[in-house]
T-cell receptor
Framework: AQKVTQAQTEISVVEKEDVTLDCVYETRDTTYYLFWYKQPPSGELVFLIR??????QNEISGRYSWNFQKSTSSFNFTITASQVVDSAVYFC????????????FGRGTSLIVHP | EAQVTQNPRYLITVTGKKLTVTCSQNMNHEYMSWYRQDPGLGLRQIYY???????DKGDVPEGYKVSRKEKRNFPLILESPSPNQTSLYFC?????????????FGSGTRLTVV
């Protein structure tokens, strides 16, 4: 069975601080995909990134960066110089590649960025 | 604009009164799915569909029905809603269900069953 753990229920930071959201996963599959989604207060779910299990390169997109480490089954998300607009709930998700069709989501981490 | 459209955004209903939440996508995606989001539980998949007339159960299908008669539409049906189905519901679509393309989500439907 797959499992995604986001141990941090809520994180509170002050603007301009760096913050890392943790995601640890469990799977017996060798090929899988990992995702991060953002859910701002308005409620919609916004796709941020997809990473496949064969690609352990870290990725940077503006102030966002992701650290995928297969050895520790982690896919952590860092926001550099956080802004109030980053306040949202962030979900990490996992899906087996090639035919599972049912993703497993973590319970989400609520990030609050204070001005 | 490529999008997934859900209606209604908010719905309050009474126990036992059948309701349908509509979902439509304009991206010609084969894969569509429904999720419910509950506090502390994240998102859990209710049903998914690989294509027209092909549907299957997700993790929490009890009390729900779906249909996929057209590629663009994937309605969620609650034949006899109960208070434990009070939740935030999301419809999503993807080019394929195999995860490699990610999902586009609708704006959500907040359902309250009293």
């Amino acid at each position: 069975a797959q499992k995604v753990t986001q141990a941090q229920t809520e994180i509170s930071v002050v603007e301009k601080e760096d913050v890392t959201l943790d995601c640890v996963y469990e799977t017996r599959d060798t090929t899988y995909y990992l995702f991060w989604y953002k859910q701002p207060p308005s409620g919609e779910l916004v796709f941020l990134i997809r990473r496949n299990s064969f690609d352990e390169q870290n990725e940077i997109s503006g102030r966002y960066s992701w650290n995928f480490q297969k050895s520790t089954s982690s896919f952590n998300f860092t926001i550099t110089a956080s802004q109030v607009v980053d306040s949202a709930v962030y979900f990490c998700a996992l899906i087996k590649a090639g035919g599972s069709y049912i993703p497993t989501f973590g319970r989400g981490t609520s990030l609050i960025v204070h001005p | 604009e490529a999008q997934v459209t859900q209606n209604p955004r908010y719905l309050i209903t009474v126990t036992g009164k059948k309701l349908t939440v509509t979902c439509s996508q304009n991206m010609n995606h084969e894969y569509m799915s429904w999720y419910r989001q509950d506090p502390g539980l994240g998102l859990r998949q209710i049903y998914y569909s690989m294509n027209v007339e092909v549907t299957d159960k997700g993790d929490v299908p009890e009390g729900y029905k779906v249909s996929r008669k057209e590629k663009r539409n994937f309605p969620l049906i609650l034949e006899s809603p109960s208070p434990n189905q009070t939740s935030l519901y999301f419809c999503a679509s993807s080019i394929s269900g195999q995860g490699n393309y990610g999902y586009t989500f609708g704006s959500g439907t907040r359902l309250t069953v009293v």
